[in-house]
């Protein structure tokens, strides 16, 4: 089958090294038809009526010519005068006060009865008395009611055709640069009453042949010159002796926006192969947790402002759920009121079960690590684990924060495992997306020690951005988790901060915007 490649306006025009005879085979029927018809600064309407196609064709047509540089295309700008709902309904049954004045008879009527006969509405009436007086057309009294009489200059404008009527007349729309003077004063006294008439701007393309489209016109085609080669040409030999149209290699194609994934959940994909080609297992878990497994699993206090609606999503339905074993659930509540078995004082107080019901949207992927590390047997350590999902948190929005993320967690169970061990980890990663130097500051979490802030340094804003934290989880978690104290590696950096300068993206706001020309040119992830 032929292809058509016929391209858009993009790209070099008449840089084919073809000859007028080889162009005008390889033209499309459509392009056929109208380059004929192409002269001097032909309107694009003419086009349509002298092609007899549709516009949309007409307009694809010329397109392809122009990116072949047969023709040169421009737009004017033109103003028209367009008829409104009030001013197509005059043009069917007459000006209100034309109407007015034919109803009218040399006795007195009250306006209430001209209104009837002339069939008027209130407002219609009231309006073609100011005008008929002003005109002298009228003369009115008011006795009982208000009464109109006709006057020998109303009957004279009765029986004349006026500029209105004349300018209404016309076949709209109506370009304006060939109205004569009296036709513009008609508009001008139309366009100060309501909704009969209305200018409006419109763009008029034009089409202008080339000297090379002049040759190309000069060209004859054979008018059965085919565009495809069918199935049932080829089984019953209808094609022999046939001519094709020619297949032009060198003509500018479209730009395709092929089907992929959208370009986060590809640095997504990206993330999770280097966690596991580096030893990792994925962990995964709810959207939505009870506070024990968010916070309290995590020796986050109960107390704590972090657990305030300000920061936290609560979930409204169901607002609570169910707390795991007796067991650990004893452990969890004995290391925060006391930190017995722990080395620890705990948080003091009273631990409350119904606070650890409650629902949360997670706050962060650690609720995972805190998950797995209650599942882990002994015969599975040493052992590494990673996550990359959502979390959310109730901030406010603006170019470096989200109130839903993702981010990236990781989790290392192994007793000979120091704080060595996690820089190297996250130095690692980090190289593989695309940074290689990163910042570490000492930090506070409630539920590592030691912990530590990884930051990088932002070309565009010129300041150093937080990607998150890290640490070494404290006895209070690890204990009455896994049972015993063993040294977990564990981290948690924000995922989206971290593709932004890789796809050119200032605001993180724009990762979710949506917008189909960003997703459609964004670049794909070749780390």
Known sequence: MVKEREGNMQGKKGDSALSPQEIAESLHPLERAVLPHV????????????????????????????NKGLIELSELSAFFVALGANGAAYKASG?????????????????????????????EASACLGLLRGKAAIEITKEKDL????????????????????????????????????????????????????????????????????????????????????????????????????YDVAVNVPAIAGGKRHF?????????????????????????NTSFWNFDALFTAQDHPVREMQDTFFVKKPASGSLPSKKLVDAVSCIHESGKGARSSGWGGKWSADEAKKNVLRT????????????????????KFFAVGKCFRNEALDWSHLFEFNQTEGIVVDPDADFSHLLGYLREFFTKMGFPQIRVRPAYFPYTSNSIELD???????????????????PEVVIPLLGEDIPVLAWGPGFDRIILDYYGITDIRDLYRNDLKQLREMKMWMR
């Open 39 to 66: 002269r001097e600064s032909s309107p694009f309407q003419s086009l349509v009526a002298d092609s007899q196609k549709q516009e949309i064709e007409v307009m694809r047509a010329l397109q392809w010519l122009a």
């Open 95 to 123: 000006l209100p006060e034309k109407r007015f004045l034919q109803v009218l008879a040399d006795t007195p009527l009250s306006v209430d009865v001209v209104a009837r006969r002339a069939s008027l509405e209130k407002q």
């Open 147 to 246: 009464t109109v009489t006709i006057t020998d200059a109303g009957k004279r404008l009765r029986e004349k055709e006026s500029l209105e009527e004349k300018f209404l007349a016309k076949k709209f729309p109506v370009n304006t640069s060939t109205l004569a003077p009296e036709e513009r004063f008609a508009l001008e006294s139309l366009k100060r009453r309501k909704d009969i008439v209305s200018v409006v701007e419109r763009k008029e393309r034009r089409a202008t042949i080339t000297a090379l489209g002049k040759k190309v016109q000069a060209v004859k085609v054979s008018s059965d010159t085919l565009d495809a080669l069918t199935h049932g040409m080829l089984t019953d030999g209808s094609w022999k002796g046939k001519s094709f149209r020619r």
């Open 264 to 288: 986060v959940r590809q640095a997504i994909s990206y993330a999770k192969r280097v966690w596991l080609d580096m030893g990792f297992s994925e962990m995964e878990g709810p959207l939505i």
């Open 364 to 383: 962060h992927t650690t609720v995972l690590s805190a998950r797995t590390l209650a599942c882990l047997k002994k015969t599975q350590m040493p052992a």
């Open 456 to 474: 990088v340094f932002h070309p565009y804003h010129k300041k150093w951005i937080e990607f998150g934290g890290a640490g070494i989880f404290r």
